[in-house]
């Protein structure tokens, strides 16, 4: 399964890593230099939750990134969901 939020729509971004090398001045050396960048990957904070609906008087079990749980705290889980088109 895709590692991506059921309501933020959040998932797994390609960013770079800087490679230095060399010695700081302070420590004697010549200065630190960028001399290459590495790809790395950054996932979101995904967690599979089941939230109970009371409107609906049942569970929902969604992926979630903690943002969208503390979305679903602050206006509730009906209308989060609602909104998002998952029920």
Request: charged share 30%; aromatic share 4%; proline share 2%.
């Amino acid at each position: 399964m895709a590692r991506v939020c059921s309501i933020r729509g959040s998932k797994v971004r390609v960013g770079r890593r800087i490679h230095r090398s060399g010695l700081a001045k302070k420590k004697g050396g010549i200065g630190r230099h960028v001399t290459k960048t590495v790809k790395r990957t950054v996932a979101p904070n995904l967690q599979t939750k089941r939230i109970y609906v009371p409107e609906l008087d049942r569970y929902v079990k969604v992926k979630l990134t903690a943002k969208a749980i503390k979305t679903i705290n602050k206006n509730g889980a009906y209308v989060t969901l609602k909104k998002a088109g998952i029920i």
